[in-house]
């Protein structure tokens, strides 16, 4: 009889849920790490200054970013305190932005690339020389659209 | 039978675990804001060789503003505020008075910038904002006064007839040589 009785089938069929929120979290966690804000490290200081007539930057596929401020501490015992120019994660020279340019066009289709804009993200503290040397480099290679990077005034 | 009821009686019931999981990670992803870029848009002219000589324009059409390498402002040979720059520079386009010595009509109205390679970029971009923030301010104005409402809301052939009325140019010289530590 009590072979019986045990009713293997009817007891327990139901698939335990309890894991559920573990592969949740898991998957929360793994979005946390991996998720990158910032795709470039910033080898240059830069704080933006503040305006009022903004333009928010949409579509973030047609932005390219040019940093420029002064070097980090860490790279400072390397490259000094003057201003210095940075694309993508790596220190770089005027000579260096219309290969960069040309990298960043090559990746968008066609007929997206009159809307390619070039965001430049220089340090308040910077002279005006090195911003003007960038502008001419653009003006060169034709990136004639850019959007000077800046915070909302209060 | 006994134990295994039991059993399930030690079980503490994590099916709404799920739900709090859930909860959690759309309450952040709701009040999560990916930092946003803004910033001044700025077209910039093509490349030439040649320099535009802007000399060779009606001098009471050019609205010059210099700035130097220790941030003062010159605006149109006279040393001038930032503060004042906008209203200023509202006055000159529009030529309310019909001075002999402002533009002829905003159409015809030219900012030219200048400043030296030691200007700071702060002071520099602040100059700008200002120039563009009379020009949004006039802009808006005019799309009052003819559409009953602020450019930002006009349609796409309003906005084009205000752009038409009051163009937006501001011309920007190569720097001088002076006051870069480089």
């Known amino acids: ?154 | 039978m006994g134990s295994s009821r039991d059993r399930m009686k030690n079980e503490i019931n994590a099916g709404s675990m799920a739900d709090i999981a859930f909860l959690l990670l759309i309450f952040f992803l709701v009040t999560t804001t990916i930092a946003e870029d803004t910033g001044v848009l700025v077209k910039l002219p093509p490349y030439s060789e040649e320099e535009v000589e802007i000399t060779k324009m009606n001098t009471r059409n050019v609205y010059s503003v210099l700035v130097n390498a220790d941030d003062q402002l010159l605006v149109r040979g006279e040393l001038a505020e930032l503060d004042d720059l906008r209203s200023n520079a509202k006055e000159f386009i529009m030529n309310p008075q019909k001075l002999e010595n402002m533009a002829i009509e905003p159409k015809k109205a030219i900012v030219s910038l200048k400043n030296d390679r030691g200007t700071k970029y702060a002071v520099y971009l602040e100059v700008y904002n200002e120039l563009k923030a009379a020009y949004r301010e006039l802009r808006d104005e005019y799309a009052e006064k003819n559409f009953g409402k602020v450019y930002e809301y006009c349609s796409s052939e309003e906005r084009a007839q205000t752009r038409a009325a009051i163009p937006l140019i501001i011309s920007e010289a190569e720097p001088t040589n002076f006051g870069d530590e480089g």
């Open chain 1, 1 to 154: 009889m009590s072979k019986f009785q045990k009713k293997r089938g009817k007891a327990s069929p139901e698939v335990s849920t309890a894991s559920l929120p573990d592969i949740i979290f898991m998957l929360l966690f793994f979005f946390m790490v991996t998720t990158v804000l910032r795709d470039s490290e910033m080898k240059v200081e830069v704080t933006t200054p503040r305006a009022t007539e903004l333009t928010k930057l949409e579509k973030k596929s047609l932005v390219n970013y040019i940093f420029i401020g002064k070097p980090v501490d860490k790279f400072q015992k390397e490259y000094g305190t003057k201003a210095r120019i940075q694309l993508g994660d790596k220190f770089a020279g005027m000579s260096d932005i219309p290969l960069f340019l040309e990298r960043h066009r090559s990746k968008i289709p066609e007929s997206q690339h009159g809307g390619i804009k070039s965001s430049l993200k220089i340090d308040s503290d910077v002279t005006m020389g090195i911003v003007a040397d960038t502008k001419t480099a653009l003006r060169k290679a034709g990136q004639l659209l850019i959007n000077y990077s800046a915070k909302k005034k209060d």
